[in-house]
């Protein structure tokens, strides 16, 4: 992407300490995390592992993806995701984000042209950030 990449986002896993099936919870983090895990979860669904450590993996490196004309997706994923810095993230940036995101859906589903949606985005995400 020109100018770097970025990630809105990220997930993690959590187990209630009630819970039923701790260690069965466990087992299934494991099995996520685990490097084949990892790479097959990429080749299925284009998510790219967790582990930077994989990003040397020749199964990771060599995978090309026909959607897109058979590009080299493990070798341009890895290599943008070794370029992230880390980003700040503020107090309010929830919800700004949430306020900007509500005004291009809005532009998405046709409810509103480019220019407004963009003037209600910059709007909402003031006021989200001053409240």
Known sequence: MPGGGGNWGGSFFMIPKQGKHIQESWDVIKYLLSP???ISIFKNAGLLPAQPALYANPDLLNFKNPFFNNA??????????????????????????TAVENALTQVMQGKLNAQSGWTLAV?????????
């Open 123 to 131: 709007a909402d995400a003031k006021k989200a950030a001053t409240s």
């Open 72 to 97: 080299p997706v493990g070798v341009i994923f890895t290599t943008s995701a070794k370029k992230l810095t880390q980003q700040y993230q503020g107090l309010k940036s929830g919800v700004v984000r």
């Open 36 to 38: 084949d895990s990892q």
